[in-house]
């Protein structure tokens, strides 16, 4: 059961780390997109959806983190409940 949770937390932390990668790469194209100055109405619809999806991906990304911990933290529970009590 500590090890199911285990994998599961590494799972999660790669899900996340990849979501914040991508997060990183929306933002230096807004960043890119923002330093034009002569900004066309369709340019600036675009660099706000990679603005938005910027948002929504570090949201994601940030829950994603957040069940890794969980899950890592059961998996530490158990280990050391395992340890402590043992079964007889």
């Known amino acids: 059961l ?31 997109m923002v330093s034009n100055r002569n900004l066309t109405g369709n340019q600036r619809t675009l660099a706000y959806g990679f603005l938005g999806g910027d948002v929504l991906l570090n949201i994601t990304a940030g829950k994603y983190y957040q069940l890794s911990t969980q899950s890592l933290d059961r998996a530490l529970w158990q280990r050391n409940k395992d340890l402590l009590f043992p079964a007889r």
Do not use: E, H
């Open 2 to 32: 500590g090890m199911a949770s285990y994998t599961k937390a590494k799972q999660y932390r790669t899900i996340s780390f990849v979501l914040r990668f991508v997060s990183l790469a929306a933002n230096i194209a807004v960043l890119a």
